[in-house]
């Protein structure tokens, strides 16, 4: 239960005076949330300073100001396309404010002929006269002081003024109460951070533009909160799945050597050495629970392999699961001659498996008959049952969920869990989302594969790359073609693939370009990979359904259009898919111009580097976290105070701190692990207090 120090946070936005359901829409909108607290998190980025206040001779046009004027006359416009002016002075000159659209009666009710009011906006001069075009504030005299003042500027969105933004935060912060420090004393002392709630407040209250700056003490405490909340959750559930009782696994080598023989290649020493890593996790009590991460190729699904026979060799069964029906199908290409090789039978189960012959795969393998196992989500199934799941094997992990993995732990006793992630994501973002998990990384290409030029051009050369994909289709190349996904509509997207492939198949022939996107069903989409992989096509037109895992080692050219819309991350695995034969491989990456200075950085660095880690720290760099792989199907989490790109060593310290606390006090029961309930509420990620058994 949230505790009730937490309410007035948690109250819908709506009952904040002012608000009514049609404004707290366009809230949902701003913040991605409907919480007072979602407000709290709205900081400003930039502000006003009004505090310049002076007499109308020595005013500077172009700033801000605030100045105290008599008002003289009222000249309303005499057509209603010219603007409404309002004659004012002080003792040193004179100042017209205007108004566009203006009602009369409301601008004498505000500005009465011959009365003092403090007018704040911007001073500007036309044709030599001082004029101030709708001032942000008309107050009387006596409500000068509230006027002076720095106002933080926010980030809006169309329907909603700043001052509407301004007042609702305002009346935000005014709920959110006191709460218990959950930092340790001394650090917080150390670094000179602020309590909670006065970080807040000051975060919302800049003097100055350094005050902006996520380095400042207030934004600082409160990343690092966001941060604590985060590693202190993903610590919970680490201790958890550690308390839940693992298994031994182990094996007397027979199947994981048979098939280790029939490999045609010997493993990389970074294989081996992952290799090595799996078969310690599973052969002691508790239960494993590693990420294998390795870029595009690198042989991960031959490790996860071994994992699984050694799995079998103990009389229990393994599962591998992964996002996309081609690439279950694919795994399986790798993993049904290996397993046959040490003697096994490997099923494949997807969601194309329907009636019987589904209800005969699920029977294999609740009664153990069907040791191991491929498929995609149809694996989370409900009916579907194992005699022994030992091991679970979950690949490109980022597209599934936490609790995705749970279910397939509820299938097995003490399941042994291996995630594969062929998105290099960076040290910093991996304590994010795997903080639960330790690491085993694949850093060798493995043999043959030969590097690939790559070359940036803008779209207008676009008739040039046609015809040197012709010259390369003559000598024997395939081709992938990617069209971005620009999300403005499903709809103009598929067209836009659509016009690239028939302007393609006329000039190289409708039987030797095909087409691929997400919208094409299964059985129809595998019958044109299989078409260019093995049949007649030679150039694939395709959306980034591609990006992840497709193996054809002919194809030696891509062409990304519009690359400056993609993510670093996403070009590299994109251009993963070529370089893997003989072949000398080339890879063009059209860019529409103008080019921004990320885009062009972005480009750059793609062009200078193949190496995964170093081109995800690079986008790190260039974009910040939050863009990273576009989180949200990348399954980060997504912060809204912490800045990873600059609070990124604050992480550490956050883990660190997180476990201690729980080696000290694992059920969150003395005086600072009560406040850091309170936290983890805050943050909404109290899914880690479940874990507690007196939660
Ligand atoms: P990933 O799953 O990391 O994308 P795979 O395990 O599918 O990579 O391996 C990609 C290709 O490289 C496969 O054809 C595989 O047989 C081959 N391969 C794997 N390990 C090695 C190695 N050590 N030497 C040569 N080829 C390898
Ligand atoms: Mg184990």
Redesign the pocket.
Known sequence: MRPDILNPLFAEITALSGIGPRFAKLFETLLDGGKVADLCWHLPYGLIDRRYAPSLAGAEPGRIATVTLRVLSHQPGRTPRQPYRVLCADDSGEIELIFFHARESYLRKQLPEGETRVVSGRIETFGGRLQMTHPDHIVPLAEAESVKTVEPVYRLTSGLTLKTVSKAIGLALKRAPELPEWLDPAHAAREAWPPWRQALLRAHAPECEADLLPETPQRQRLAYDELLANQLALSLVRLNQRRIKGRSIRGDGRLVDKARAALS????AS?QAAWQDIAEDMATESRMMRLLQ?D???????VALLAMLRAVESGAQAAMMAPTEILARQHYQ?VQPLAAAAGLDCVLLTGRDKGKARAALLERLASGDAPLVIGTHALFQDDVAFKDLALAVVDEQHRFGVHQRMTLAGKGRGVDFLV?T?TPIPRTLLLTSYGDMDVSR?TEK???RKPIDTRVLPLDRLSEVIEGVGRAIREGAKVYWVCPLVAESEVSDLAAVEDRHRELAGHFGEAEVGLVHGRLKGPAKDNVMESFRAGPLKVLVATTVIEV?V?VPEASVMVIEHAERFGLAQLHQLRGRIGRGAAKSSCLLLYQTPLGETARARLKAIRESEDGFKIAEEDLRLRGAGELLGTRQSGLPEFRLADLAVHGELLATARDDARLVLERDPELTGKRGQALRVLLYLFERDEGVRYLRSG
């Open positions: 290649f010997t493993l990389t294989q390795g595009v190729g690198s042989g991960k699904t031959v790798t594969m062929a694949l493995p043999a043959g895992g193996d």
